[in-house]
């Protein structure tokens, strides 16, 4: 409780490695091509790693305990004692932490949804009333342990008791878990004498729930959670770190306890409220006040200007970043084919870093010590300004005039009657979200195009001849629409930023999606546009092997949005327009061509929504405006589907209605149909595909398990609106567990459609 304060930090880092070397070794340890020593011998490796790289940089306090193999929330409720009953069969820890993250071939895995509104995707615990907290502090102690040894100023980073239960889910007709928030406290209490036992200084608790309105009682909560653990004893000191939005009445109740010090986003939230909470003076404030998600460089002299309006309504200041920096990529090292001005406007991991400690070194010993740092700063921020392909005003008055011309498509029953005159489908009729298997042969491909190894006509031979084999697959199958399956694409977002105006694509930009998954958001720096089509000629080319519908795949503004880092200079809702123009006049032309079915997907609807109610209505209004000006070019013959997964729906169902698409294949699975219910409540009357099997996990679901699944999607649904689908795409999965888990859908599907005649 003496410790002292700090003055250059991040609240977390990333831990899937600098080249994914996480990624591989995990999932050679799934495949059985790693041995468990390997597998922790790469993670000590990345653990000791960024540690070292963390000191040098400069911080004179850094993050431990934030490596995990899979998720930290799966590591919070393995560390309380809280993981599923029918994991505790499975004898080998690692191999149970697996198998609640994956799944097995007999047990099912936790559900996973979106970490408040990023990218990141974590495992919400299950808690039951059979749920007994009980201490398991090993991977904490050990990790803690480890670093003290290698000479490292560490700070364990813990997910807080409010947020853990907050974004748990009760189970089994338990209560709200956060009403077991005193069964937790205690154990918290040791978890502090623990750590303190271990040498730890000081312990960060996580508690970005306390940004939401996820909770009326949050800040009540926040003040008697705290106040127990800052009166335990003997402990290390605390901090309390808040992060995506300003915490609001949370701030002065956190002021209130006994915590050593408070994070607070000055990227998302307001510096006037750090003013107004004069308990902040006998406090140190951990200021996030580099972005921490997103990979624009700090405009330095601004955030100078900031922290220096804090200094005299805190007892100490420390600079950090707004969030864990596993939201961005490593470092800008690799990216060498970037052009000098778009480099200059960037800052990844390794270089916010850089930009924390300088601003750390300013307060400290003046503006002077880092004049150099500063005059680069200014220059980035002019040559980012003035720059030409920020603006296209043929762009932005097209989205005028389509604007005052409405975006609205014929009635939906209407639409659905001339869809159908036109389709002939069954009931109950079945297919799959989009990609197939990226398969080692497609990969190399790619690669071989990319290194100049192969010529354009060779790489389009060989995905068309990969697109010929997922057609021939469906039809052995029996599904009712088709898809083309994807190869030629890298990820569904960068394939289309690397087709359009106002994007850039990075080499090595991984960031952890969830689990071994990483993603390489493209980077959205200017005005979009569409210069050419960009899928019309591979899936023209599938529909012409097949007398089944094809359908055309396209990803949604809002998601292509959320998935890139995207422009911080003009309000979201401009750029969602002008991504939607370029889907827009992509689904045209693929009308034109003679695809009758179009799937705009948006699985990240829910992802972009403001933590804030009172900010929602505003965000939902563009986003459902972006995607019918995307989907609105094409006639009420032409059938749109969209595509929704992995989120908590509930909060956005009226905006998943008042898309007015003609079918929405939504997840259901892991969260067993929970979203029909919700979606009949709003109203919704058009076509819905709920999941009826979730690809994250290996496990091949059976008929019967299917045919269970279509037979409660029927209580919610009448079989003329229903369709049949996965969870999501199969990009992820092997070639024979997708094989064999569609056979079964196909089986299930006529089973159950046999039932309903």
């Known amino acids: 409780m003496t410790a002292q304060p700090f003055t250059a930090t991040i609240t977390g880092s990333p831990r899937i490695g600098p080249r994914r070397e996480l990624k591989r070794a995990t999932e050679g340890y799934w495949a059985g091509r790693t041995s468990r020593s390997e597998l922790e011998s790469v993670a000590a490796s990345l653990r000791r790693d960024a540690w070292s790289s963390l000191v040098a940089a400069g911080l004179d306090s850094v993050p431990v305990n934030t490596f995990s193999y899979y998720d930290l929330m799966l590591d919070t409720a393995v560390m309380l004692g809280a993981l599923p009953p029918r994991v505790h069969d499975v004898p080998d820890e690692l191999d149970r932490y697996f198998a609640a993250a994956r799944g097995t071939e007999d047990i099912a895995p936790l559900e996973m949804t979106k970490w ?11 808690i039951s009333p059979a749920t007994r907290f009980t201490l398991n502090p090993a991977k904490v102690v050990a990790e803690l342990k480890e670093a003290l040894q290698q000479g490292i100023p560490a700070r364990p980073v813990i997910i807080g008791p409010i947020t853990f239960l907050l974004l748990s889910k009760a189970v089994d007709g338990a209560g709200a878990p956060i009403d077991r928030i005193d069964e937790l406290i205690p154990v918290y209490c040791e978890l502090l004498s ?13 508690e970005p729930v306390l940004v939401t309105d996820i909770s009326a009682d949050a800040p009540v909560l926040a003040q008697r959670v705290y106040s127990a653990l800052g009166s335990v004893p003997a402990r290390p000191a605390i901090h309390v770190a808040t992060y995506f939005g300003d915490p609001g009445e949370a701030l002065p ?16 939230g307001a510096t006037a409220a750090v003013a107004a909470v004069p308990e902040l003076a006998g406090k140190t404030l951990v200021a996030g006040i580099v972005d921490g998600r997103n990979v624009w460089r700090t405009d330095l002299e601004a955030a100078l200007s900031r922290l220096a309006t804090l200094l005299g309504s805190v007892g100490s200041l420390a600079v950090s970043t707004s969030c864990s920096t596993l939201h961005v990529p490593y470092t800008l090292a690799f990216e060498t084919e970037l052009d000098d001005n778009l480099r200059s406007w960037l800052a990844f991991g390794a270089e916010k870093v850089r930009e924390v400690v300088t601003l750390a070194r300013a307060l400290r010993d003046g503006r002077e010590a880092v004049a150099a740092e500063i005059a680069a700063s200014n220059a980035a921020v002019a040559s980012r300004r003035s720059d030409p392909r920020l603006r296209n005003e043929q762009v932005r008055a097209r989205i005028d005039a389509i604007l005052a011309a409405g975006i609205q498509r014929g009635p939906s029953a209407q639409r659905r009657a001339t869809q159908n005159a036109r389709l002939h489908l069954p009931p109950l009729p079945t297919t799959t979200i989009g990609s197939y298997p990226q398969t080692p042969e497609i990969r190399k491909t790619r690669a071989a195009f990319r290194a100049g190894e192969i010529d354009e006509a060779e790489y389009v031979r060989r995905m068309k001849a990969e697109i010929a084999a997922v057609i021939a697959l469906q039809e052995r199958l029996g599904l009712d629409v088709l898809v083309h399956g ?4 890298n990820d569904m977002v960068q394939y289309f930023a690397e087709q359009l105006d106002g994007f850039v694509a990075t080499q090595n930009g991984w960031v952890q999606s969830y689990g071994s998954r990483c993603v390489r958001p493209p980077i959205l720096y200017g005005d979009v546009a569409r210069p050419h089509p960009m899928t019309v000629e591979w899936i023209t080319y599938a529909q012409s092997l097949t007398d089944k519908p094809v359908k055309g795949m396209l990803t949604g503004p809002v998601t292509i949005l959320a998935w890139s880092f995207v422009r911080d200079d003009q309000p979201l809702a401009d750029t969602a327009y002008q991504i939607a123009l370029a889907i827009r006049d992509e689904t045209i032309d693929l009308q034109s061509a003679g695809i009758g079915i179009i799937q705009v997907d948006e699985p990240a609807l829910r992802e972009l929504l403001p933590l804030r109610r009172a900010a929602q209505d505003d965000y939902l209004r563009w986003a459902v405006g972006a995607f019918r000006l995307a989907t609105s070019g094409v006639s009420d013959s032409t059938q ?22 003609d079918v929405t294949s939504i997840e259901a699975a892991r969260s067993h149909m929970e979203v029909l219910d919700d979606l009949n409540a709003a109203g919704f009357a058009n076509s819905v595909g709920p999941g009826v099997y979730d690809i994250h996990s290996p496990r091949v679901p059976s008929t019967e398990e299917i045919a269970a699944s279509l037979r409660a999607a029927l209580q919610a649904v009448p079989p003329q609106r229903l369709w049949v689908n996965p969870d999501c795409g199969l990009k992820t999965r092997t070639a024979e567990e997708v094989t064999a888990s569609l056979r079964n859908m196909v089986a299930a599907a006529a089973k159950v459609r046999s039932e309903a005649a």
Do not use: K, M
Request: glycine share 6%.
């Open 253 to 268: 109740a956190l002021a209130r306890t006994p915590v050593e010090a408070i994070g607070v986003d000055l990227v998302a």
């Open 194 to 206: 623990l750590l303190a036992d271990a040498g730890a200084a000081w312990v960060q608790f996580d």
């Open 116 to 126: 408040f509104d990023t990218n990141y995707h974590y495992l919400v615990p299950e």
């Open 486 to 489: 994807e190869p030629e694409r």
């Open 640 to 661: 749109i589907h969209t595509h929704l997964c992995y989120s908590e729906f509930g909060e956005v169902i009226g905006a998943i209605a008042d898309l007015d698409a």
